[in-house]
């Protein structure tokens, strides 16, 4: 059975899927939808059709892009047979999902409803620095989204009591954006942690989305809901999932 969670700020039909209900087994165990894993090609498809059959389209309108840590946003109005370069995507077609993998990073789904446009970002911190949040915003306004009528809401991401990071993270992020030594909080051994939702949140705010929010779910803490890069490190474990969110219209 799939679990999927909904934000009532969201009037576009979306969901940001858990690892329940698939069909990987092993390390993968559950609903990996990342291709890029090493779990079977056959399997991970299985995964990403229930998922296209849960947002109401065939597989082949469910997009997804090769994701590199960017703050590319391209405008889709087919979903491509290919995936596309990028981190961010936007689209003012019906029945195009536009798919977000993650693995604790913060997948970001956005809806004008009045001008029927969405977008969907995946955002670490290095997309969420180099402004790949703005850069979905631009495009939606593009497609004829106002940015004081778009809701974005963050889905689950790794949360700041599980995010650690050493001082020359601090030193490097706080020495070239202002004011951002708010989102740290001291650690053990010299160390910090960051906060990555609050992060997201003040860039969504500061470039004047209409409502921004977050699910408020830790990809590290429920390892029974959730795949986490971190875990998988901390636990030596060879490989690990990739959560999916996805918006249609």
Known sequence: MLEIITSPSLSARHGFFTRKG?????????????????????????NRTRVASAMGVPLSNLATLHQVHSAQAITLSAAPSDRPQADAMVTATPGVALGILTADCQP?????????????????????????????????????????????????TISQGAYEVGPEFFDAFTSSEHNTARFFIAGTNGRFMFDLPAYG??????????????????????SDRFYSYRRTTHASEADYGRLISVIRL
């Open 108 to 156: 970001v789904l956005f809806c004008d409803p009045t001008a029927k446009v969405i977008g969907a970002a995946h955002a670490g911190w290095r997309g969420a620095k180099d402004g790949v949040l703005e850069a979905t915003i631009d495009a939606m306004e593009r497609l004829g989204a106002r940015r004081a009528g778009i809701t974005a809401v963050i889905g689950p």
């Open 22 to 46: 698939g069909a990987s087994s092993g390390i993968f165990s559950g609903l990996n939808c990342g291709t890029g894993s090493s779990d079977q090609r056959e399997i991970v498809e299985i």
């Open 201 to 222: 949140l003040s860039r969504l705010k500061a470039a004047g989305v209409g409502h921004a929010e977050w699910t408020g779910h830790c990809t590290y803490r429920e």
